[in-house]
């Protein structure tokens, strides 16, 4: 029988399931992660925390015999950016989390692009996005800086980051959902915008390249077998899916932390 492993990656614990063909689950696991607050308007994860708790929740779903996964795929939270080191894969900031609004300043000088930004992104200028976040770890944290000196800094989605230290073929890629949280991804063209990554100053060079949500991401170690990830989406359009495939008369309502 079929069996799939989904890993979910949230803002308070890491999540894996294994379902069967039919939908059902066998077998769950889950590792909470710590979030710290050093400024009212500060909130951020460990990026090596957020790591261990994902090894630690697929490590604890052990191997029932006979058991084989066919596939896997990863949701993660969105809007929440991490800068890393595309050589050694290790961390140069913390996860900065979208609920963070530390670079809300830098937005200011924007204001008056305000809509020509939504039009090509469909989201509003906010620091609740990448590109501010993005642009503050440049501006503010020398290690991160450094990096794109010396051609070494990899930067984007959490997601990214996830991807690029769980598989073994350590990919440097963005799924759609993920990229356009950034406020850099274009509706239209589906990839990254040159004209708004001059305007916040973002070199494309350090960012993933974009690719499908349905992807050959990579190979991930899970129980002694190693699992093709297919599927690499944001938790939210995830969520979507979770009473099957969207039906084209039927509205669907997803409540979560953020709205």
Request: with cysteine; hydrophobic share 40%.
């Amino acid at each position: 029988m079929s069996r799939y492993l989904a890993i979910d990656q949230g803002g308070h614990a890491s999540r894996a399931i294994v379902f069967d063909a039919s939908g059902q689950p066998e077998v769950s696991a889950e590792h909470p992660i710590a979030t710290r607050r050093p400024t009212p308007d500060q909130v951020e994860h460990d990026p090596e925390e957020i790591i261990g708790s994902v090894r630690h929740a697929l490590q604890a779903l052990g191997r029932p015999p006979g058991t084989r996964i066919n596939a896997a795929g990863l949701a993660t939270q969105r809007s929440s950016i991490v800068c890393w080191d595309r050589v050694t894969g290790e961390a140069l900031s913390p996860v900065i989390s979208w609920q963070d609004r530390r670079a809300a300043e830098t937005l200011i000088p924007l204001a008056s692009e305000q809509a020509d930004i939504h039009r090509r992104t469909g989201l509003m200028l906010t620091p609740h996005y990448g590109a501010s976040k993005l642009r503050w770890c440049l501006d503010h944290l020398p290690a991160v800086a450094r990096a794109g000196t010396e051609g070494r800094l990899a930067f984007g989605p959490l997601a990214s980051f996830l991807l690029f230290r769980l598989l073994d073929e350590q990919p440097l890629v963005a799924d759609p959902a993920n990229a356009q949280r950034t406020q850099l991804w274009n509706l239209a063209t589906r990839d990254w915008d040159d004209i708004l990554l001059d305007r916040f100053g973002i070199p494309r060079a350090c960012l993933p390249a974009c690719v499908p949500t349905h992807h050959a991401f990579g190979s991930l170690r899970v129980a002694g077998q190693t699992v093709p990830l297919r599927i690499c989406q944001g938790d939210q359009p995830a969520a979507l899916f979770a009473d099957g495939m969207p039906q084209p008369d039927c509205a669907y309502i997803n409540i979560g932390t953020g709205a």
